[in-house]
């Protein structure tokens, strides 16, 4: 069971979904959460080549943009601290300075479960670059991560997209050991052409789910146009409010160049999503 | 922030420094076959004995530069001074071993007093100048207005240099646009015409072409020589920019755009004048023949002492007569020249032995890089003068480039000749202040207005990303502007 939730905010719309999110679930569970906020001094402050007679000027720019980050932390973890109170939730806040993934990574040791928001694409030229975090959280984080959606329904059901892999095990391991949600709806879903073969790894959750006390619904499609697709078709059908899933690690550059199951559905299904990596 | 706001050196040199130098010079010596070197003063160095070695400090100051800042940022923040003295001393220490006191310190009193100070003089000048003015009001950030600004920019930037005209004129820019979506390609053409091409037509303009100016290059040469070449290629861009920004502008939400404009103002006036003084002193100094007078073997002409002296009045008199306020909104620094200053006083002494090799030509050890732009029939290759020097200034300090290839052309000793075959030395100017447009470290207003950009939460593209954009753009402008103007 979880005992304590760990919160990362930053002030940006997905990241005050996670405090939404991560409140919402602290209070069904009756757990306490830490509001963790981290001004990224290396990403904001790095070294770079620079001309003569300009690094004053560079000096001058990290100065300004670590001040305002500190903040626009500052006042994310305020509004995240107020929002709590206002939940009846026990919380605490941290702010601290250094690397994101790095910072996250050491905190995360003292919880059970980490929450997250989703990775902010800019839509002009004024919004701050794409966070490396969530790739990086995704990646090496320690315990299991929500990455939370735009959307909380009021009485979610759960959706496990399940592959047989190892990943996806342990993946719905952690999300049983989690107890989060454990008296709604639960469905195991499998993507694939290959039926059989498919309906077995499904089966294998599906038995695994009944040996803790659950009754899940078992759902087999096909690829049609793609596992992305058919998870935003079966998250809007089963009226899912998390979406249990293994992610699959694979080479940086195979990941930079054709990208990701992982990242696509991040970024197109609108549910949280629940991953042990 | 709080900086040094003094103007002096921090040249003392720690025992550790003095190790290490000591060190490199014992090397040098080493690897130096049969030294031969002037005893007295006014002689010089022969370069054709010098191994390359003796090149080392210089490259490694250059690499310094280039480098440190990303490796170890915090480091040459607090220490660029002392690494670029640590170089200096890397050349002086043997120098004095081998050549004994009397050539090393007419080496050093030669290059600094016609090379350095002077042009630390005019850098001051036109920054303190050009740091006076500030442009008031709000335009709105059309196509046609952001087209304006940026022309207005490459016209002033030869006559109050790349950094005077880019500062001037990049905060009117960001704030006529702030409403817009985007406007990264707006600050990267500003870099592009405003920080660097622009600067083309006067040694005013550009570092490397008043280091030109202070070899013998006459005041007018460049706008007469790289007239066409800068026009063909900013009325490229120009357009290239027009077209851009109006295909963006139509997708912006003009609901945004503020209703009208607000009349612009021009903020210490004064110094406009004083720019005109600024001009008039390096023009004077260009046509005035006053005589000379000899110090430690070295000719030092009256109408260059009036010059620096007028414009030292100059710097002290736009100090002077502009409000502390409006230097405050210009966000004025006394850091960056400093930086210059310390710097240059490294980079100065360390490219002493290079172009002494250059000045012997193939028979020095350099020998390799006078090769790379000559052709098979012994005339110079100008295209290759473009695009190695162009390549260089690209990511090295544009004016010890410009000095280097200038010598490789053969110098002060071929000026006449340099001067009437136009092409060699064309090509060579164009390439250092072109191509330093072509990443943020090419030119120093490059950065400047990056950071400015950057500081009003514009998200400017990272060091490749802009490469992307100089590649794509300017690369193949360079490209044909080469084949016309400069075979």
């Not at chain 1, 100065?63 to 305020?78: G, P, S, W």
């Not at chain 2, 210059?340 to 050890?365: D, N, R, W, Y």
């Amino acid at each position: 069971m979880v005992k304590s939730v760990l919160i990362g905010t930053n002030g940006s719309q997905w990241s005050q979904s996670a405090v939404k999110l991560g409140l919402s679930l602290a209070r069904q569970l009756g757990v306490r959460v830490t509001l963790l906020g981290i001004v990224d001094v290396q990403g904001l402050a790095h070294g770079e080549p620079l001309p003569i007679g300009a690094s004053a000027f560079k000096a001058e720019r990290d100065a300004r943009l670590l001040a305002d980050a500190r903040q626009r932390i500052e006042a994310a973890l305020e509004s995240a601290a107020a929002q709590a109170a206002e939940a009846a939730v026990e919380f605490t806040t941290r702010f601290v300075e250094g690397s994101p993934e790095e910072e996250l990574g050491k905190e995360v040791q003292r919880h059970d479960l980490l929450i997250i928001g989703k990775r902010a694409v800019p839509r002009s030229d004024h919004d701050p670059a794409p966070s490396k975090t969530l790739t990086a959280t995704l990646h090496h984080s320690s315990r299991p991560l929500i990455v939370a959606g735009d959307e909380i329904p009021d009485s979610p059901s759960v959706l496990v997209a399940y592959d047989g892999s190892r990943p996806a095990a342990r993946t719905l391991a952690g999300y049983v050991a989690s107890g989060i949600y454990a008296n709604n709806g639960i469905t195991v879903m499998g993507v694939g052409n290959d039926v059989p073969e498919i309906t077995g790894h499904v089966q294998r959750a599906v038995d695994f789910l009944e040996s803790h006390g659950r009754s899940p619904k078992m759902r087999i499609v096909p690829v049609g146009r793609g596992i992305a697709d058919a998870l935003v078709t079966a998250a809007r059908d089963e009226s899912a409010g998390l979406l249990v899933m293994g992610a699959h690690g694979q080479p940086r550059l195979k990941e930079a160049l054709f990208g990701s199951v992982t990242r696509a559905i991040l970024s197109r299904v609108p549910v949280p999503l629940f991953v042990d990596h | 922030m709080d900086h040094e706001a003094s103007l002096g050196f921090d040249m003392r040199f720690s025992p550790r420094i003095v190790r290490a130098a000591a060190a490199i010079s014992g090397a040098a010596l080493a690897f130096t076959p049969g030294v031969m070197f002037a005893q007295e003063p006014g002689h010089g160095i022969d370069g054709a004995s010098l191994g390359l070695l003796w090149v080392v400090p210089f490259a490694g100051i250059l690499l310094s530069i280039a480098l440190c800042p990303l490796l170890v940022p915090h480091f040459w923040h607090a220490h660029f001074g002392k690494v670029s003295a640590f170089w200096g001393a890397a050349v002086l220490l043997p120098m004095f071993v081998l050549l004994g006191p009397a050539t090393a310190l007419y080496e050093v009193l030669h290059v600094y007093l016609l090379e350095y100070i002077p042009f630390i003089i005019l850098l001051l000048a036109l920054f303190t100048v050009s740091g006076g003015v500030r442009l008031k009001g709000q335009l709105t950030g059309s196509p046609e207005v952001n087209v304006a600004i940026l022309a207005l920019g490459t016209f002033l930037a030869s006559w109050m240099g790349t950094t005077g005209a880019a500062m001037l004129l990049i905060r009117p820019l960001i704030r006529a646009n702030a409403w817009r979506n985007r406007m990264v390609h707006t600050v990267i053409f500003f870099i592009f015409l405003v920080a660097n091409i622009g600067g083309s037509l006067s040694p005013l303009g550009d570092p490397p072409l008043f280091l030109g100016f202070l070899q013998g290059v006459p005041f007018f040469w460049t706008t007469r020589h790289m007239l066409f070449e800068m026009l063909f290629i900013s009325v490229i861009l120009l357009a290239i920019y027009y077209v851009w920004d109006r295909i963006a502008y139509a997708r912006e939400d003009t609901s945004q755009r503020p209703r009208s404009d607000e009349k612009l103002a021009i903020e210490g006036g004064i110094n406009l004048l004083l720019l005109l003084g600024v001009i008039a002193a390096v023009l004077f100094s260009g046509f005035a023949r006053l005589g000379e007078f000899e110090m430690y073997g070295i000719h030092i002409t009256f109408e260059n002492v009036i010059r620096d002296v007028a414009l030292i009045g100059f710097t002290f008199a736009s100090w002077k007569l502009t409000p502390l306020a409006s230097r405050k909104a210009n966000e004025f620094d006394w850091f960056p020249i400093v930086e210059v200053a310390k710097l240059f006083a490294g980079i100065f002494i360390t490219i002493v032995p290079a172009i002494a090799i250059l000045k012997a030509g193939t028979a020095g050890a350099l020998g390799f890089i006078v090769d790379l732009v000559t052709s098979t029939d012994g005339s110079p290759n100008t295209l290759a003068y473009f695009w190695i020097t162009g390549t260089l200034s690209a990511f090295l300090d544009n004016a010890p480039t410009y000095l280097v290839f200038f010598n490789t052309a053969g110098g002060q000793a071929v000026l006449p000749q340099l001067l009437t075959e136009v092409t060699t030395l064309a090509a060579i100017s164009c390439g250092a202040v072109f191509m330093g447009a072509m990443s943020y470290i090419g030119n120093a207003p490059n950065f400047m207005v990056k950071s400015i950009a950057e500081t009003s939460r514009i998200r400017m593209p990272s060091f490749f990303g802009y490469m992307l954009w100089s590649i794509g753009i300017l690369l193949p402008v360079f490209l044909v502007m080469s084949l016309i103007f400069l075979r």
